[in-house]
């Protein structure tokens, strides 16, 4: 009987060892390696000790199936004995099904979903025994790396990428479903990680929008012009908006009509030319080294594409700017349920995105997206349809759209 009690407690040890090593396994797989970051550079030894111990996963996880197998196999051998003794006949029938029973329930799943609720707490609590255990089986641990070797050459395996653009975008995504961050640090976040990827000819003020003056121009034109439009910084031209000269500062030149002591020449202050390609998160470095607000925008040809402001490329980052002389003007107006009116200026994939429309296009407003999808100058009433949208033309600004009604109908069916 003695005999008995003892390789049941041994059982129970074994099966602990078991729970130990699951848990464990799950606790390292799921953690938040920067959660655990965090805790370490606040001091906390322990998530120090388990943060070295994940960046070598592979030896900690060899050492971890290892363990696992050794006391699971152990556990079985020790019951079969357990139950031959008292079973002789169907002994080996039933520790298999009770062994079964008892490491799936009490050495796998239950400790696998208590470890992967609070991954960190037992990544750190489990971390010193895992140390001591990794030391024991370091022979076998320095076999399996050769073995991983071998494999990696034989099937040529290719090493892991670092985390992409799109998993991070996921990542901030999941964050903000489950409560971590808010709906603006998450867009705030997504603006910031897709910032580098744009280019200033997505952003530009374009020509046809350009306020500009000659460098001819009568004075109280100009002074005129700075009064009407409200703007701070107006580039000049001579001769044709495509050869600008520089951009004047109201200030500059409200000083210059006050005091007649300079000339119009003397105070424009120097442009900046880019191209259209020029990513704006290198473009807003090249303003900050000039100490500039404005650059023009040339197209392939040397002539005026249109310009870009500091403000513009903030904009991407923050949303719209709205200062005390600005009219606010609102994209997208919600007329009902189903209909939306929107300007023919608004960004095209701001608004795929905000309609759930799956397309492809190289336009970057609605008035191109519009002109693509008629082929032709469009005209009031023209009507386009989607997949899930009717698209009507209400407004015209010129030759551009002004205003554009999206009406959502039922998906077409294949």
């Known amino acids: 009987m003695d005999s008995s009690l003892g390789l049941i407690l041994w059982l129970v040890v074994l099966i602990l060892c078991s729970a130990y090593f699951s848990a464990t396994e799950t606790a390292f797989s799921s953690l938040n390696r920067i959660r655990l970051k965090n805790l370490a550079n606040g001091g906390n030894k322990r998530a120090e000790l388990a943060l070295s111990m994940s960046e070598n996963y592979d ?16 556990a079985s051998s020790l019951a079969t004995v357990l139950f031959l003794k008292y079973f002789p006949v169907y002994g080996v029938t039933l520790s298999t099904i009770v062994m079964t029973v008892l490491v799936l329930i009490f050495g796998e799943i239950s400790p696998k979903s208590l470890a992967k609720e609070s991954p960190e707490n037992f990544a750190m609590f489990s ?22 070797i071998l ?13 992409t653009e799109e998993e991070l975008l996921t990542i901030v995504e999941e964050a903000q479903s489950e409560g971590g961050i808010d709906e603006q640090e998450g867009d705030l976040i997504k603006s910031a990680i897709e910032f580098n990827d744009m280019e200033a000819g997505e952003i530009l003020t374009p020509r046809v929008d350009l306020t500009a003056v000659d460098i001819e121009e009568d004075h109280q034109v100009i002074y005129n012009t700075f009064m009407e439009t409200k703007f701070s910084r107006i580039p000049v031209y001579r001769e044709t908006i495509d050869n600008i ?10 000083v210059m009509l006050r005091t007649k002591g300079q000339t119009l020449e003397e105070i424009i202050k120097p442009a900046i030319f880019v191209s259209d390609s020029i990513k704006i998160s290198k473009l807003i470095k090249h303003l900050q080294k000039s100490q500039a607000h404005m650059a023009i925008v040339a197209d392939e040809y040397g002539g005026t594409k249109g310009i870009v402001t500091m403000e513009d490329i903030l904009e991407e980052l923050v949303g719209e700017i709205w200062d005390e002389h600005d009219d606010v003007v609102e994209d997208v107006e919600k007329l009902s349920e189903t209909e939306c009116l929107v300007s023919g200026s608004a960004d095209i994939e701001e608004i795929f995105e905000l309609f759930d429309i799956r397309e492809e296009t190289e336009q970057n407003t609605v008035t191109g997206w519009v002109m693509e999808k008629l082929e032709k100058m469009p005209e009031i009433g023209d009507v386009f349809e989607t997949d899930t949208l009717r698209v009507t033309v209400k407004e015209l600004d010129g030759r551009r759209v002004g205003k554009v009604l999206m009406e959502s109908i039922p998906a077409k069916e294949e």
Do not use: C, E, Y
């Open 59 to 74: 030896k900690l996880l060899s050492s971890i199936l290892i363990g696992n197998n050794v006391v699971n196999i152990a």
């Open 127 to 148: 971390a010193p025994i895992l140390r001591v255990v990794m030391t024991i089986l370091a022979p076998f641990n320095w076999l399996f790396g050769l073995w991983k």
């Open 151 to 163: 494999l990696n050459k034989l099937f040529k395996t290719k090493n892991p990428q670092g985390i």
């Open 245 to 254: 000269v520089g951009v004047i500062h109201q200030r500059d030149f409200f």
